[in-house]
């Protein structure tokens, strides 16, 4: 009898930037990819915010994935001064991805917080 492993692609929806100044890339389409992953069957699918400024860059990388049974974001957040090489500042799991006050937001994490996923303040 022959077993057959079935793997989940991942989605990887596009990425938004933002700044320096007032410079933005990418909208609020990834925002939304992940939201429907998370929604629709727990999809496996990642999700890049990134901020600009000067010599500064801070990224918030979103992964939804299946852990113990339940869907889940993990949320890790980067900070560099360039040249310098990027150093992981935080990191929480997130049970809850959703849309509040025109904006999506991830929360019931393990740092009891809400996580946008379209502006990193």
Request: charged share 20%; proline share 4%; aromatic share 4%.
């Amino acid at each position: 009898m022959l077993a057959v492993l079935a793997v989940s692609a991942v989605t990887h929806c596009q990425a938004r930037s933002i700044g320096p100044g007032s410079l933005q890339r990418g909208g609020t389409a990834g925002a939304s990819c992940l939201l429907f992953a998370f929604q629709n069957g727990c999809r496996p699918a990642d999700y890049t915010l990134s901020s600009f400024g000067v010599d500064t860059e801070h990224t918030r990388r979103f992964v939804v994935e299946r852990r113990n049974g339940a869907c889940a974001v993990l949320v890790a957040d980067r900070n560099r001064v360039i040249p310098r090489p990027p150093l992981v500042i935080s990191w929480r799991v997130c049970s809850r991805v959703h849309r509040l006050n025109g904006d999506i937001v991830a929360d019931r994490c393990t740092t009891h917080e809400t996580v946008s996923l379209t502006k990193i303040s």
